[in-house]
């Protein structure tokens, strides 16, 4: 039986599999896409698959991803893989790596942080601990039990 | 090892090391700060004391501190007199007072404003309190009590009673202590135990805190027995407010268990949990406790300030 393709391949471009299943537009509002670019973005939720069950797949057109600005959505997509596409071709491919800080894109869920108040800071969180994730607020110390729930 | 120009927002900014170079250099304080000898250490240097929510003890010790040693002292003890209520954001009132100080301690009811501050001043940043987060030279001063009262930490037997979830002075205390390797006994009401994360703390510094709510036994071979406000608002019904009160009071009945050169001490202000007949016994120390803010206050202005 042929594989059914959901969505085309591309030329040129990057490819982000393996995501949380039910987490790609989080993702996508994480990576700052479509906003500012005009490429050509894809996006396949609850896919299935044989090591996750079910997986996102983002697929962005004609924009080759930094690895740092993916490495943020780390926090939602540990697993991801992201694919570097040239000429249908897979010419560069890594994981995901979470950032020692992670910068303007977890929300404190302490009320009382300075962080949440109208000061001309961004959010800041230092990782503790990687597996499992564990992050501290810069601020007030403050390490948020759901991390997903906070994203900005 | 230099402590010039460097902010204390948390004990956890400093080294063991650090932490016994402020207290060593706070025995030495002593008598300049009881006025019995003259030193100008810090003369033509300017503190900016900005406190947002009210204190008296450690504003007035600050501010004493830097007088004592020859400084000046600006700023304000009330936020509604300055241009806060005009709407200018804190981060402007710091880069203000970094511009007129040489020094910047600071008080704010939210927590990680001190942090903040340190990122926008130049100047050395000192927290006197931020929220219900951290208030290290509380910690510091606490800890110099203990130092002159008993010799050493390491090894003390230190009960820490009262309010552990909210208190703000025992977090920073439980670790500090940790890390100096004293027994540590958590005495508490069970809604108002010692947070997951500091007991942890603790065992990661090779201390295993008990937790218990039996004060009587707790304090039976203790050094040192540190006791803290229970606010009347952390219950919803007065009447377990008024039972757990009554099992945690300090007087003299329930010291009748414990050793004869136990220290009893109290961050202050007291409200009713420890019975004014104490304050005559040798147990007694924390009226030494709120004097021991100002050469440890000395202290550590004279090391941030490299004098």
Redesign the interface.
């Known amino acids: 039986m042929k594989k059914e393709l959901k969505i085309p391949r591309i030329k040129d471009g990057t490819v982000i599999d393996h995501i949380t299943a039910g987490q790609a537009l989080k993702v996508l509002r994480i990576l700052g896409i479509p906003e500012g670019t005009k490429s050509i973005v894809s996006v396949a939720m609850y896919v299935k698959s044989k090591k996750m069950g079910k997986k996102d797949i983002v697929k962005v057109e004609n924009r080759e991803l930094d690895p740092e600005e993916v490495n943020k959505i780390a926090l939602i997509a540990p697993k991801a893989t992201i694919n570097i596409i040239r000429d249908y071709k897979v010419a560069k491919k890594f994981r995901v790596h979470i950032p020692d800080e992670i910068v303007g894109i977890v929300r404190c869920p302490n009320p009382n942080c300075i962080s949440n108040s109208e000061e001309p800071i961004e959010s800041r969180f230092v990782v503790v601990r990687r597996d499992p994730l564990v992050i501290k607020c810069y601020y007030c110390e403050r390490k948020p039990d759901n991390i997903a729930d906070n994203i900005i | 090892m230099s402590l010039k120009g460097k902010d204390i927002v ?1 004990i956890r900014d400093l080294s063991k090391g650090e932490i016994l170079e402020i207290l060593n250099h706070a025995k030495e304080m002593i008598p300049v700060a009881k006025g019995e000898r003259k030193l100008k250490l810090l003369e033509g240097k300017i503190l900016a004391s900005l406190f947002f929510e009210p204190s008296t003890r450690t504003r007035l010790s600050f501010e004493t501190a830097m007088h004592r040693l020859g400084g000046s002292v600006i700023g304000f003890a009330d936020p509604s007199m300055t241009s806060l209520r005009k709407g200018e ?3 402007d009132t710091i880069r203000m007072a970094d511009a007129y100080s040489d020094v910047i301690v600071i008080r ?6 001190a ?2 501050a340190a ?1 926008f001043a130049e100047a050395p940043v000192i927290n006197a309190g ?5 208030h290290p030279t509380q910690c510091l001063l606490d800890l110099f009590t203990i130092l002159m009262e008993k010799g050493k930490l390491e090894g003390m037997k230190v009960v820490l009673l009262g309010d552990l979830k909210y208190g703000r002075t025992v977090h920073s205390l439980a670790y500090a202590l940790a890390l100096f390797g004293a027994e540590l006994v958590f005495v508490s009401p069970e809604s108002l135990r010692m947070p997951k ?1 500091i007991v942890e703390d603790c065992i990661e510094l090779g201390v295993e805190p008990v937790s218990t709510t039996d004060l009587e036994k707790a304090i039976r071979d203790a050094d040192v027995l540190y006791v803290t406000r229970i606010q009347k608002e952390r219950f919803p019904d007065p009447t377990e407010y008024s039972r757990v009160i009554g099992s945690y009071k300090v007087d003299m009945n329930l010291l009748k268990h414990a050793k004869e050169d136990l220290i009893v001490m109290h961050p202050l202000p007291r409200i009713d949990e420890i019975s004014p007949e104490v304050d005559k016994t040798r147990h007694a120390v924390y009226f030494k406790q709120a004097f021991n803010g100002v050469p440890v206050r000395m202290s550590i202005l004279s090391k941030v300030l490299g004098g």
Not at chain 2, 108 to 113: A, L, N, R, V
């Open positions: 948390s954001n804190i981060a704010h009811p939210k927590e990680g404003t942090r903040m990122e931020d929220g219900a987060g951290r994360e």
